[in-house]
């Protein structure tokens, strides 16, 4: 191999002069294929769901969401105060007894109608959550929609197999549950959270972020479409006050928690000594680690997926890449010139690889994380792409000659920002992919099957992949280590944190 | 020239199945519309080696093909012609006088086509013929029971052997990878396809199924993409069986224009070697400028 890499490394140097450069962009240009919005309404303004119904907030207040990718409010959504979440968390204890004494198979049949109106409204709430949240109609449409409809499916199967999954013991639901999501996958979220606390005979208020309340607004009315009785779900919108409101309020049983790493602590603290059940889904600095065996085109292939999706707003984006000196300067070169290749611009167009930026909060974190990263001396990379006039962008960027004491080696950017640093041995690479206060995921490229199995144990991550990225299933559990949380979501250890254990024999 | 190359030349880098197939997919869903469908569509034609490798051949058969690749469409001259008809060797003569100062080139199959199970002398003097009588390009195809026994230098060898044969003929080289069966396979034979000299990397005979697929095409891009970076050389792709529809077609030239790039964009380093799929394209060529699709009586079955 090394004879081999040697070689391509000498003659991609000679490339780098530039003698013999690839052209993109002139021969054949894509048309714009922009996915049309005129297949469904967004009301002026939106109310909270309370016990089954859109009511008017107590606080009389709303506030406006935005579309990123122009900056442009799309409409109105209720500010819940204290009281409104008062007034929903009643709901769903009052619902409470009657959710739970329904059979396993009639919970079932509720949630298989939920996923399969979300089937027959797929593309309706694509568009909306493209519109809502800046990310690519190609992502919603093949990747958040389909998964948020195969939650509620696999989480129907369940439903009434409960006491399978827990062999002499007795599965009880927990109660009322508090569920606080981010604004990255709004719908997926929610269906991550809300499957398995209805599978699991639990009733629900749930706080969508601030910045994308949309899509759970709409998920609200399939709830209706599909019958579900009042108060089992509840949604309350807002900012921090709502959530923090919520997260406290004495008659919730668990609280489930999706988000930064300094809001869940201080969830967990404000829960502590209550008997509240609780998990949480944190932050990540997830590591790539490329040895030289690796396939290295799909390996680049991986690499983008796992920085540049969904414009790295993603809690277990591989943010830091790991890879082998020996291959660096090639790899490095191939990933350049990839990057170049990734289509920014209108989200709803078809074409489209990279989205808005979701806020200009989080636009402003990423600028001030790279510049972090151009100060303390790291090399920038960016893709030369034309960025649109308005809304909220930033182009594809990766700093190489970065150090593990950057900042950019360690704080969660949350953005389309890919720091790399080299190792040489795999235990060098194991100890540089955990040297972080996270722990979510990682990813492991190379050939070599027992190198696999011996990374994968000591990689001090929830989900390792091994050569692919960023690959979701509602089978699959998912969930961090250290400061990424703890509690899985999917598969029987996501249905876990939806039941409380007793003791003795089953029924069934 | 024929000394045989040390193995170790031959060593590629692995191929993920499972990610090739995915990003081979995800390019696949590239939505291609109004005027980039037209100029696509467009070039597909100019791309095209209007192809019939038949048992029933015959000189009237070859020549009503020829007429179809110089003008496929005669009532509309924005359409261009194909770039070559591919034929079996005994019918250059015919194919070569019917295409005649046109610019539609022959290209003519040749080392025992499509099995190449026949002695090396046999393949030179083939090649050295159909070349004599005005092909001037060969698809040859490569010895697979060498390369899947391990004998990669003798693979090497011959395709050197057919390239001096060939002289200013263009060597289009057939990989089958439907009987390489594996990317690794596949990504081997490139490699020794481009160290032996070819000017074009060709998918499959069309008699061995599966005959062409985006994966693997996409794999044969990237290492042309890899071998000109190092060599400056452009090696050409040709994908060849099994293509029949205008959306695959625009899907590969998707492929060719997100991973080779501009350079390639163009029947001097990509073709189609298909029969059927070039009224498919005329048919949406007529539907993009008419709104309305035609029946399939309406283009000449040629």
Known sequence: MSKETEKSNDAAAASATGSHALQFGTAWQYESATEGTDHFEIAERYDLFVDGEFVAPQSGEYFATINPATGEPLCEVASANAADVDRAVAAAKAALPGWKRKSGDERARYLFRIARILQERAREFACLETLDNGKPIAETRDVDVPLAAQHFFYHAGWADKLDLLFPGRVPVPVGVIGQVIPWNFPLLMAAWKIAPALAGGNTVVLKPAETSPLTALRLAEVFQQAGLPAGVVNFVTGDGATGQALVRHPDLDKVAFTGSTEVGKDIQQAVAGRGVDLTLELGGKAAHIVFEDAAIDQAVEGVVRGIFFNQGHVCCAGSRLLVQESVHDLFVRKLARRMERIRVGNPLDKNTDMGAIHSAAQLARIEELVAAGVDEGATLHQSSCELPGQGFWFAPTMFTNVALSHRIAREEIFGPVLSVLTFRTPEEAVEKANNTSYGLSAGIWTDKGARILWLADRLRAGVVWNNTFNRFDAASPFGGFKESGFGREGGRAGMRAYVRLQDGLSAG | ?302
């Open chain 2, 1 to 302: 020239m024929s000394q045989s190359s040390s193995p170790v030349e031959f060593r590629v880098p692995p191929v993920d199945a499972v990610a090739l197939e995915t990003r081979a997919a995800a390019l696949g869903t590239r939505s291609i519309k109004r005027a980039a469908k037209i100029s696509g569509l467009k070039l597909a034609v100019a791309m095209m080696d209007l192809t019939t490798l038949e048992g029933q051949d015959s000189p009237g058969k070859v020549r009503q093909l020829c007429q179809k690749a110089k003008r496929p469409l005669p009532a509309r001259d924005e359409v261009p012609s194909c770039a070559a008809v591919c034929v079996y060797p005994d019918l250059v003569p015919e194919a070569v006088a019917a295409v005649a100062g046109s610019g539609v080139a022959v290209a003519s199959v040749a080392t025992g086509f499509p099995a190449g199970r026949i002695d090396r002398a046999f393949k030179l003097r083939e090649v050295e013929r159909a070349v004599a009588d005005g092909a001037s390009e060969i698809d040859m195809v490569i010895d697979r029971g060498a390369f899947l026994s391990g004998r990669y230098g003798e693979v090497y060898d011959e395709i050197c052997a057919v390239k001096a044969a060939c002289g200013a003929a263009h060597l289009k080289v057939i990989l089958e990878t439907g009987e390489l069966k594996t990317y690794d396979n596949v990504r081997r034979a490139c490699r020794i396809a481009l160290l032996a000299g070819a000017d074009f990397l060709k998918t499959s005979t069309g008699k061995v199924s599966p005959a062409s697929t985006r994966p693997v095409v996409l794999l044969m891009l990237e290492a042309v993409r890899d071998h000109y970076l190092e060599t400056g050389t452009i090696v050409g792709v040709k994908a060849a069986g099994g293509i029949r529809t205008s959306k695959d077609a625009l899907r590969y030239l998707v492929l060719v224009n997100e991973t080779c790039g501009d350079l390639w964009m163009t029947p001097k380093y990509f073709r189609f070697g298909a029969s059927s799929l070039l009224n498919d394209v005329l048919m949406q060529l007529e539907k993009e400028r008419t709104g309305r699709y035609q029946r399939p009586v309406d283009f000449s079955a040629d």
